[in-house]
């Protein structure tokens, strides 16, 4: 059992921001591949940004390019979703995941996940 515990969600206007946390155990986040997914009910769970902690590879899904950064603290073994200039379409249950497959990119299977952190944009 991996624990994956998120913080930040909540209610934002649009062109907001807000600034999600993934909190794990080091020893899953030490050179592993960590993401951001999220789902609408009714429809699938996408990926929406992934980053390799050991460094050299990063992406983002193209609807959020440009607005959402990915970022890590390795001491506090912690990885960020900064999301700025906010857009309704951006409401959907936000889920850290983390990988086991070999691999780090948007299509991989995550492993683990975590809860869910519920965000709302509204104009």
């Known amino acids: 059992q991996v624990d994956l515990v998120e913080s930040g969600g909540g209610s934002a206007q649009v062109g907001g921001s807000l600034k999600l946390s993934c909190t794990t155990d080091r020893y899953t986040y030490t050179s592993n591949c960590m993401g951001w997914f999220r789902q609408v009910e009714g429809k699938e769970r996408e990926a929406v940004a992934i980053i390799y902690t050991g460094g050299g590879i990063s992406d983002y899904a193209d609807s959020v390019k440009g607005r959402f950064t990915i970022s890590l603290d390795n001491a506090k073994s912690t990885v960020y979703l900064q999301m700025s200039t906010l857009k309704p379409e951006d409401t959907a249950m936000y889920y850290c995941?983390?990988?086991?497959?070999?691999?780090?990119?948007?299509?991989?299977?995550?492993?683990?996940w975590g809860q869910g952190t519920q965000v709302t944009v509204s104009s």
């Open positions: 995941a983390a990988f086991v497959a070999p691999g780090c990119s948007l299509a991989g299977k995550p492993g683990a």
